[in-house]
């Protein structure tokens, strides 16, 4: 099921689209929240920027993904959405969703479903992060990831995607990737990966 399945259709109606290119901004930390966003297509990122000028990525969002759903109860963003690719979003006017998750205790249910999945998917993250190995981590991809036949594993987007979610680089994640064939732990093909070996 889609994060949006849940959306009713006068929400849907409303949505907006907006083609981004790469490095193009969809909206600044501080300025006035207007809605949240679907990625339908390419990657955004969630970025805030200390005073050094470094960059903390707060999220990495695909095809499929959601952003921004605090800025919902919020006057403005606390963040920098900034596509890293060519990108399609979608923006879900913040006063039609609001009006009806007040109306409506079943779209406020569903809302709340979602953002706990989010909470589920972030906490199972963290987790991946305290993880030193490389090789572990994506073991630990790997199986939290599994299909229901308890070996293969479907890749939603690109290894460099992997990487970045995974905490590596993604020069790491090949060399792992590339060991755990050559040991015959795994097997890829395509964007399925297929597990020989527990461990």
Not at 19 to 27: E, S, V, Y
Request: charged share 25%; glycine share 6%; aromatic share 6%.
């Amino acid at each position: 099921m889609a994060a949006t399945d849940w959306l009713p259709s006068s929400v849907r109606a409303a949505a907006i689209e907006r083609r981004l290119n790469p490095g193009q901004t969809l909206f600044y930390s501080g300025s006035k929240s207007t809605g949240f966003y679907e990625v339908v297509t390419g990657t955004v990122r969630l970025i805030r920027v200390d005073r050094s000028g470094r960059e903390a990525v707060l999220q990495v969002a695909s095809a499929g993904d959601t952003l921004a759903e605090a800025s919902l109860f919020s006057p403005t963003y606390h963040c920098d959405a900034v596509a890293t690719t060519e990108a399609t979003v979608r923006k879900y006017p913040k006063a039609a969703l609001l009006a009806e998750l007040q109306r409506d205790p079943k779209i406020a249910r569903s809302f709340a479903a979602m953002l706990a999945h989010q909470v589920m998917t972030l906490r199972t993250r963290l987790e991946r992060r305290n993880i030193h190995s490389a090789r572990d981590r994506v073991r630990h991809f790997l199986t939290v990831n599994v299909n229901v036949d308890g070996r293969t594993v479907v890749l939603s987007g690109t290894l460099k995607q992997l990487a970045a979610d995974l905490g590596l680089t993604h020069e790491a994640l090949y060399r792992t990737l590339a060991r755990m064939e050559a040991e015959r732990e795994i097997t890829r093909t395509g964007t399925t990966i297929k597990i020989n070996r527990m461990t």
